[in-house]
Nanobody
Framework: QVQLVESGGALVQPGGSLKLSCVVS????????ITWFRQAPGKEREGVSC????????FDADSVKGRFTGSRDNGKNTVYLQMNSLEPEDTAVYYC????????????????????WGQGVEVTVSS
């Protein structure tokens, strides 16, 4: 049974940092890409970062490039999203997801491609 469980969400001040974790089970993380999405209030879900099994990482260039860093520790079955220089616009529910592919798809940001999702974790950036 494929499961993904996010943690690490919090209330943080603008300019602060936060690290999200996504622990997976039911499959071997070594062989599969994991993608982070987020959904802000009143907005559609958007792709944030895809981390392939080969450790290549793709970011949403317009919104998080240079501020967010995806990583993974296959030994711990965990994928991370390090978020720095947080802005109020980063306030959202963050999800990790997988479609059990080896590499990130060309349209890795299209949430319709994904079959397995975590429950989401809230990140609020506010003073």
């Amino acid at each position: 049974q494929v499961q993904l469980v996010e943690s690490g969400g919090a209330l943080v001040q603008p300019g602060g940092s936060l690290k999200l974790s996504c622990v997976v089970s039911g499959f071997t993380l070594d062989y599969y890409a994991i993608t982070w999405f987020r959904q802000a209030p009143g907005k559609e879900r958007e792709g944030v970062s895809c981390i392939s099994s080969t450790f290549d990482t793709i970011f949403d260039a317009d919104s998080v490039k240079g501020r967010f860093t995806g990583s993974r520790d296959n030994g711990k079955n965990t994928v991370y999203l390090q978020m720095n220089s947080l802005e109020p616009e980063d306030t959202a529910v963050y999800y990790c997801a997988t479609d059990l592919t080896f590499l990130c798809r060309d349209k890795w940001y299209d949430d319709r491609e994904y079959d397995y999702w975590g429950q989401g974790v809230e990140v609020t950036v506010s003073s």
